[in-house]
C-alpha cells in the first residue's frame, strides 16, 4: 500500500470512529487518473490509456440495519458535511443533488444488482476535485466497491464500472463514457492501461517514464470542469448523430483512410468532432507501440497533437489549458496536452525530470501575468488501482 493510499484509508477510519463511536466493517478507497492520450473516444467505442493516480479517494463504511444511505464527508479542515439520509429503497434520479448525488447514485445502480442494505459512509481523499481528474469516479468506485463488500457480492471489476457508468449517466446527470470508471478500477502500479472500449479488452502496458529521465508533470489549472455542463453533452451528442449520418455503429468504425470520404458526406460543424475521434484513436495506437518499445520521449509529439485536435476541432480547451501547455513546452517540454472532458480542469506534459523547476516556475509566472490563480502542480506517478484498504 503506498504512503498516500495509507494516508487516506486511515483518515477516513479513523473519521468515521470520531462520528460513529467504533470502527468501521471496512475501507475501500479508489485513485483519479490521468489519461496519458485518447480524450472523448471512450464514448464514440474508441481507445483510450489512462492510469492512475496516487490521489485517492477512501470511504470507511458499515451496514446499517434499517436501509438507509448516510454519508458523509471530511473535509481538509477537519470538517465534516453530511448528506441527507435516504433510504435505498426511495432512491431515484433527481431525489438527491450536489455531490451526495454520487455516492447516491451508485447506491441507486447497485439496487437493481440486488444491493439494498443502508449503509453508514464517511469520505475522505484527496483527489482534487474539479481538476478533470476523476475525482467523481473516485468516489464512486471506492463506494461501489464498499457497498459490494458489505454485501459480500464477489467483484467483476468490468461489470462494476459499467454499474457506475450508469449512476453517472441516469442518477447524475452526467453523460460520460467507461473511461475513468475503468481506469479506476483496473489500473495496475507501473503501467498505463490500454483499453479497447468497444470490447472490454485491455493490456497492462509497462510505463516508467523515470527510467528515461522524464515525468508527466500535471498542471492543474484551477479553472472549474464539470462534465454535467452542457459542452460535453453537446459533443457526445454531435458524435451521434455523425456515426448515424455515416451509418456506423460509431466513431471508431471510421478509419484514417475512410476519413476524407466521411467528411465530405457530414454538415460542416460534425466535421471536425469526426476528425479528431478518428485521428485520436490513431494517436493512442501509436502511444501504445511507442511504449511497447520503450521509447516514452516520442509520446511527446503526441500529446501535442492530441492537444491541438482538442482545441482547434473538439472546441474543448480554455485559455487556461492553452497557456499551461505553451509555458510548458517553452520550458522544454516534449509535449503537453489538456486532460479530461475540457473546458478548465488540468493538462499534463513530458518533461525532462532537470526541467522540472523551470517548467513549473514558466507556467505560474505566466499564470502570474494574467491575474489568474497559481496552478497546482505535482509529478504523476502510474500507481495501484481500486481495492481494499482495511
Not at 6 to 21: C, I, S, T
Not at 221 to 226: G, I
Not at 292 to 297: N, Q, S
Not at 346 to 358: C, T, Y
Request: with cysteine.
Amino acid at each position: 500500500m503506498s504512503p498516500g493510499r495509507d494516508d487516506q484509508a486511515r483518515r477516513a477510519a479513523d473519521a468515521f470512529a470520531r462520528l460513529h463511536g467504533g470502527a468501521p466493517r471496512g475501507v475501500w478507497s479508489a485513485p483519479g487518473r490521468v489519461n496519458l492520450i485518447g480524450e472523448h473516444t471512450d464514448y464514440n467505442d474508441g481507445f483510450v490509456l489512462p492510469f492512475a493516480l496516487p490521489h485517492r479517494t477512501a470511504v470507511a463504511a458499515s451496514p446499517r440495519a434499517d436501509g438507509v444511505l448516510a454519508v458523509s464527508t471530511l473535509g481538509d479542515d477537519g470538517e465534516f458535511r453530511h448528506a441527507d439520509p435516504v433510504a435505498v429503497a426511495d432512491l431515484e434520479p433527481g431525489r438527491v443533488g450536489g455531490w451526495a448525488a454520487y455516492p447516491a447514485g451508485v447506491a441507486w445502480a447497485l439496487r437493481a444488482q440486488g444491493v439494498t442494505g443502508g449503509a453508514d459512509l464517511v469520505v475522505a481523499g484527496d483527489v482534487p476535485a474539479g481538476a478533470g481528474l476523476s475525482s467523481s469516479h473516485a468516489l464512486e468506485c471506492a463506494v461501489a466497491l464498499a457497498l459490494l463488500g458489505l454485501a459480500d457480492v464477489p467483484e467483476d471489476r468490468p461489470e462494476i464500472a459499467r454499474w457506475v457508468q450508469r449512476a453517472e449517466n441516469d442518477f447524475v446527470g452526467a453523460p460520460t463514457g467507461l473511461l475513468d470508471q475503468t481506469a479506476s478500477l483496473l489500473c495496475t502500479e507501473a503501467h498505463v492501461l490500454f483499453l479497447d472500449v468497444r470490447s472490454g479488452k485491455s493490456e497492462q502496458v509497462p510505463f516508467d517514464a523515470a527510467a528515461q529521465g522524464l515525468e508527466v508533470l500535471v498542471i492543474d489549472t484551477r479553472a472549474s470542469h464539470s462534465n454535467t455542463d452542457g459542452g460535453y453533452a453537446a459533443r457526445r451528442a454531435g458524435c451521434e448523430r455523425a456515426a448515424a449520418l455515416l451509418g456506423v455503429p460509431a466513431l471508431r468504425d471510421v478509419t484514417g483512410g475512410e476519413l476524407p470520404g466521411a467528411l465530405a458526406r457530414l454538415p460542416a460543424e460534425l466535421g471536425p468532432l469526426v476528425r479528431h475521434v478518428v485521428t485520436e484513436n490513431e494517436r493512442v495506437l501509436r502511444a501504445v507501440d511507442a511504449l511497447r518499445a520503450g521509447a516514452v520521449a516520442d509520446l511527446g509529439p503526441l500529446l501535442l497533437a492530441s492537444h491541438e485536435s482538442l482545441r482547434d476541432d473538439y472546441r474543448v480547451s480554455c485559455p487556461e489549458l492553452d497557456v499551461a501547455v505553451g509555458s510548458a513546452l517553452a520550458e522544454g517540454a516534449l509535449g503537453a496536452r489538456m486532460v479530461g472532458g475540457g473546458f478548465g480542469g488540468s493538462a499534463i506534459a513530458l518533461v525532462p525530470v532537470d526541467r522540472h523547476d523551470a517548467v513549473v516556475r514558466r507556467v505560474r509566472s505566466t499564470y502570474a501575468e494574467r491575474g489568474w490563480p497559481t496552478p497546482r502542480t505535482f509529478p504523476a506517478v502510474p500507481s495501484a488501482g481500486a481495492g481494499r484498504d482495511a
